[in-house]
């Protein structure tokens, strides 16, 4: 996501381009359009700091907003509560992380399950991953301990690498998980091909903000970058559902 790019280009040319509206949101979303056409706005509301409007964008992100689209804050927001700081900013994108990674379809996804799970957790994966292979290595024990892992890819080397060519092959095999297995252990997967979402997920990873992998989502929207081991896992895990 290019949101860092949207306030280089504000702080160049934002004070010569005034924009003029009685309507916050179309005072805002006419700033961020004309520094970035394609930019993915889904919302934009009041936020708790008054006077400042939190414009949410698709994939979990969070821009702020003056009311008239002059000024803009990219940064976490805090509230200072009973002597805490409560990270808001992190708790919204967190709640958008989590929309877009339930509107995932099971069918889509390798799962592995225990028989009554208890949470869950989504990992973005890639094969020729040495701690990816050291994290499935534990899914066994993360089962066992009721956490069903539920795997979306993210070729690291992009569309077309040799990740890419075995994601698809996983994701195209008869049995899914017997797949993945042999691709995690460093085994050949047999080429395969088929109408599939990898290309999809990876996208998607790359829009929540995913830059390396394993990359691993709790139900709550939480992301942990990189490997944890399965105990410490499974508990922020269950504390999370």
Same mark, same amino acid.
């Given at each position: ?10 702080? %160049?040319?934002? =004070?010569?381009?005034?924009? %003029?509206?009685? !309507? ?8 961020? /359009?004309?520094?970035? *056409?394609?930019?993915? @706005? ?13 414009? #949410?964008? /698709? ?22 509560? !009973? ?11 967190? #709640?958008?992380?989590?929309?877009? @990674? ?12 225990? /028989?009554?799970? /208890? ?8 094969? !020729? ?19 069903? $892992? ?39 997967? *047999? *080429? =395969? ?23 691993? $989502? ?12 399965? *105990? ?5 895990? %269950?504390?999370?559902?």
């Amino acid at each position: 996501m290019r949101v860092t790019r949207i306030l280089a280009a504000a702080t %160049l040319g934002l =004070a010569g381009s005034a924009v %003029l509206a009685a !309507d916050p949101d179309q005072a805002i979303r006419s700033t961020l /359009k004309a520094l970035q *056409p394609d930019l993915p @706005i889904e919302a934009i509301a009041e936020s708790p700091l008054t006077g400042i409007y939190q414009v #949410q964008l /698709k994939g979990g992100r969070q821009l702020y907003a003056s009311a008239d689209g002059q000024f803009l804050l990219q940064g976490y927001l805090y509230q200072v509560k !009973d002597g805490q700081a409560i990270n808001l900013t992190e708790q919204a994108e967190s #709640q958008g992380i989590a929309r877009e @990674i339930e509107a995932i379809p099971a069918s889509e996804m390798v799962v592995f399950a225990p /028989k009554n799970p /208890k949470a869950h957790i989504t990992v973005f994966t890639d094969t !020729d991953c040495g701690y990816c292979q050291k994290l499935h290595s534990e899914v066994p024990e993360l089962n066992r301990r009721g956490i069903e $892992v539920r795997y979306v890819a993210f070729p690291r080397q992009g569309i077309g690498s040799h990740g890419y060519n075995t994601l698809v092959s996983v994701w195209c095999a008869k049995d899914r998980q017997a797949a993945m297995n042999r691709a995690k252990a460093r085994e050949e997967v *047999p *080429p =395969a091909t088929c109408d599939n979402p990898v290309s999809k997920q990876y996208e998607l990873g790359q829009m929540i903000g995913v830059q390396g992998t394993p990359a691993i $989502v709790l139900a709550n929207g939480q992301m942990i970058p990189g490997y944890q081991p399965a *105990p410490q896992l499974a508990k922020l895990a %269950l504390e999370a559902k």
